[in-house]
């Protein structure tokens, strides 16, 4: 199968990056792939670097001064390459996808994949879902739901979970944790309880409410805490509430990091506490590790964990909320590693890269039908 994917993010890109790689990796021997997306992003630099797969510059914008150029070397390539199936991953590369592909007598079928909690009730979602969508993927329950209020309920809409290589994200032997934990941060770390977060450091990924409920701690309570967040460094403003908080010794900022689990290993308690998120591979990914997740109730983010069970959800923008959970935690630290094993036990069960990989291709290889 010849099989085209499509990302118009110029940048980092988050989820989608991780979601087109894992499909990439695990199918590159099985089929023919081609990746387009710009050349200045995360995914161009390293779909690039995997074996037998090709990587094209692409650029995906929303400007009709753009359209013509980009959608004229776009049908270029698909009548060279004669693609069976394009994957495309935002609305940006899906209107130029439908674009390219008008007055063709065979065209690829398209599957578009729903990858967050925008609004979808546009006209140029009217036009894209009758004209240039054979099946569409929601990434979890609360996106689907969202597709059967939009003009895509009269295709087919499959359900399709991010799956994680849980052998890639695995727990760490206490000694090893001891170990990172003192390379980071010196020694007499044992009382610390680390926090972390690998969905950057956008405001709508609520890592200032946390920094928020810390402060609302008296100082011997908070510097038992420590806050990692991984992504973009903030900028002035982010840093300044940070400092109006005085959570500038308990919050730290590596950066950008490709491979996050030796920083994960080295923690105690994941958290995504965003203001809408779809589902969450950084949730997964933690939970995969062996460590309990604080989330918010938004979007899918309810999906991926039971409340004090595997981990523990709260509204969202509500630092009080999470002080209440954080004092739970110093109330009893040892449970974290029961309920980190719980969440384990859960990525095993449910989080399957293998099952995620057999329903896209099925998708891949299912028949085009259209829902009355």
């Known amino acids: 199968m010849n099989i085209l994917f499509t990302n118009f993010h110029p940048g980092i890109g988050g989820g989608h990056v991780t979601y087109i790689l894992s499909l990439l990796l ?10 387009a997306c710009p050349q200045t992003s995360r995914l161009f630099k390293l779909a690039k670097d995997i074996r037998d797969v090709r990587a094209i510059d692409m650029s995906f914008t ?40 008008v007055g063709l007598r ?4 398209v599957i578009f994949t729903k990858h967050n909690c925008s609004p979808i009730t546009s006209i140029g979602n009217h036009l894209r879902a ?9 990434v979890s329950d609360h996106v689907k739901r969202l597709l059967l209020k939009s003009p895509y309920k009269h295709r087919q809409i499959s ?14 032997s206490t000694a090893k944790k001891i170990q990172l934990r003192t390379g980071l941060f010196g020694e007499g770390v044992e009382d610390k309880i680390i926090l972390v977060s690998a969905a ?67 923690c105690d308690l994941g ?37 004090d069970h595997e981990g523990w959800i709260v509204p969202p923008r509500s630092p009080e909320s999470i002080k209440e959970v954080l004092l739970k935690v110093l109330s ?28 896209t291709m099925s998708i891949y290889h299912s028949p085009t039908t259209i829902n009355s």
Request: net charge neutral; with cysteine; charged share 25%.
């Open 159 to 172: 359900t399709i979970k991010h799956g994680v290589d849980i052998q890639h994200f695995s727990p760490i």
């Open 332 to 359: 009893n630290p040892s449970r974290l590693v029961a309920m980190g094993n719980l969440a384990r036990a859960r990525a095993e069960r449910e989080f399957n890269l293998d099952d995620f990989i057999r329903s």
């Open 62 to 101: 929303t400007r009709p001064s753009s359209w013509f150029a980009a959608r004229a070397a776009l049908r270029a390539l698909i009548l060279k390459e004669k693609f069976d199936v394009i994957h495309v991953n935002g609305s940006s590369d899906h209107k130029q996808v439908m674009l390219a592909l």
């Open 106 to 109: 065979c065209p690829p079928r």
């Open 271 to 307: 958290f995504i506490l965003s203001y809408k998120e779809a589902l969450s591979f950084a949730c997964r990914e933690k939970m995969a590790m062996g460590l309990p997740v604080l989330v918010t109730r938004v979007g899918g983010l309810p999906e991926n964990v039971c409340d």
């Open 200 to 266: 950057g450091t956008a405001d709508s990924k609520g890592w200032l409410d946390l920094v928020e409920a810390l402060a609302l701690f008296e100082p011997e309570q908070r510097e038992r805490f420590h806050v990692i967040v991984i992504g973009e460094k903030p900028n002035k403003s982010q840093y300044d509430r940070v400092l109006a908080c005085g959570g500038n010794a308990q919050v730290s900022f590596p950066g950008v990091i490709d491979d996050v689990r030796d920083l994960l290993g080295a």
């Open 130 to 138: 009758f004209f240039s969508t054979d099946h569409v993927i929601a």
């Open 26 to 35: 695990a199918m590159k021997t099985l089929h023919s792939l081609h990746v």
